[in-house]
């Protein structure tokens, strides 16, 4: 599979008609797949909780546009914010970091990956609403 701006540009689309104004495009080759691997368009107002993956890392590159990474301690304090730009750093989240993002650019796109097959976030691993509450 060859990603190109069109994805990029079709999977922005969506997340602008979707009410969480974010989508993500699964890159497994398939659902058997023992990892994540995805796309995802946020767009600016999107709200993802301060949240953690206990058993997982999570590498995270801009590919497109502008957001902020933010990592915070387990009593919700900010401890650390990283700008996210196409060519800027590549973010390795490890396992157990709280951490959330805002989007600053319609057509953000970012890649993520993540270890191990999907699993939805448990209450205990959701800290507070996000960065936008």
């Excluded at 691997?37 to 993802?48: D, H, K, Q, S």
């Excluded at 957001?67 to 396992?95: C, H, K, Q, R």
Aim: hydrophobic share 40%; net charge negative; with cysteine.
């Amino acid at each position: 599979m060859k990603i190109t701006h069109a994805l990029f540009d079709s999977l922005t689309a969506q997340a602008k008609a979707s009410p969480r104004l974010r989508m993500n495009f699964d890159l497994r080759n398939s659902a058997e797949d023992k990892s994540q691997r995805m796309l995802n368009a946020i767009e600016p107002g999107t709200v993802l909780p301060v949240h953690r993956h206990r058993a997982s890392n999570e590498i995270v590159i801009c590919l497109r546009g502008h957001f902020e990474e933010y990592l915070y301690d387990a009593s919700g304090a900010l401890v650390e914010t990283v700008d996210m730009v196409p060519g800027g750093d590549v973010l390795n989240i490890p396992a157990g970091q709280w951490h959330s993002l805002r989007s600053f650019e319609s057509g953000t796109v970012l890649f993520e990956a993540k270890d191990g097959p999907w699993e939805p976030l448990s209450e205990e691993d959701i800290l507070s609403p996000g960065p936008l509450d």
